[in-house]
């Protein structure tokens, strides 16, 4: 129904920048809530940030945020760590968000793309 696909991965050196973009295909909504999630080797998957699309609200992890900028279909990650190295998923969420709890559970998620792997070499 509806298929996500994250790009902009890469190396990139600590302190640099780097862009990540979510593209959906089939089935679009206006009205989502878009999220961002890594993964690093032996680690959970962790939250990022997530955006309401409706009236732009944003959510930050506290570990990123004043670094990263989260927009519909965008991440911008700047001043870059090597703990930031990690694959980054995209997801979308058909649900309203009734409290940012729900950010941080699974079922919330109605979607996810596949990951793009991001390195940050110090």
């Known amino acids: 129904q509806v298929q996500l696909a994250e790009s902009g991965g890469g190396l990139v050196q600590a302190g640099g920048s780097l862009r990540l973009s979510c593209g959906a295909s089939?089935?679009?909504?206006?009205?989502?809530?878009m999220g961002w999630f890594r993964q690093a080797p032996g680690k959970e998957r962790e939250f990022v940030a997530a955006?309401?699309t409706t009236g732009g609200i944003m959510y930050y992890a506290d570990s990123v945020k004043g670094r990263f900028t989260i927009s519909r279909d965008k991440l911008q990650m700047n001043s870059l760590k090597p703990e930031d190295t990690a694959v980054y998923y995209c997801?979308?969420?058909?649900?309203?968000?009734?409290?940012?709890?729900?950010?941080?559970?699974?079922?919330?998620?109605?979607?996810w793309g596949q990951g793009t792997q991001v390195t940050v070499s110090s």
């Open positions: 089939g089935r679009t909504f206006s009205n989502v809530v």
């Open positions: 955006i309401v």
């Open positions: 997801a979308c969420s058909l649900f309203p968000l009734r409290s940012k709890d729900q950010l941080q559970e699974n079922k919330f998620w109605n979607y």
